[in-house]
């Protein structure tokens, strides 16, 4: 009969551990995010590269020197660019990345002369098919000013 009150004992008091345990969590905030409603804090997330937009004249600043090309271990950016007429410097025309080969190593961006590369906050960029992992940087820019001659 001993045996089986100590078994009960044991189990009472693992019981009342467990409980302790969940108690003691009970009354800390949570740490879960309900994911479609509440987006995380990603301030300090290095996701894929993107284009830096440029304050004093809301563009980037890339003048296809290729350097991001040539250093980039993965092969997987593509660089065209043209000279605008009257301007010294190149403009980029095309600048595509294919993520899935990117491994985010940051090459590209520490080799940049004029730092218009950098890592964006974005975390969301799952996709179904391979095709849809290769994203044109110079997409949401539209046209580019300095080609078009709006500026000089």
């Avoid at 003048?63 to 660089?79: E, F, H, K, T, W």
């Avoid at 080969?101 to 975390?123: A, H, K, M, N, Q």
Wanted: glycine content about 8%; charged content about 20%.
């Amino acid at each position: 009969m001993t045996g089986v009150v100590w078994r009960v004992w044991t189990g009472a008091k693992s019981l009342v551990a467990g409980l302790g345990v969940t108690g003691r969590h009970l009354v800390r905030r949570p740490v879960t995010l309900l994911y479609p409603h509440q987006r995380p804090d990603a301030s300090r997330w290095n996701g894929p590269i993107d284009l830096k937009t440029f304050a004093a004249t809301l563009t980037h600043d890339c003048i296809a020197c290729n350097a991001c090309v040539r250093v980039c271990p993965s092969d997987c950016i593509a660089v065209d660019g043209r000279r605008p007429e009257g301007s010294k410097k190149m403009r980029a025309t095309k600048f595509l990345i294919d993520f899935s080969t990117c491994s985010l190593c940051g090459l590209c961006i520490d080799v940049c002369p004029t730092d218009t590369l950098e890592y964006s906050t974005r975390y969301d960029e799952a996709t179904y098919t391979r095709p849809d992992t290769v994203n044109d940087l110079l997409g949401p820019f539209g046209e580019d000013p300095y080609l078009s001659g709006k500026l000089q």
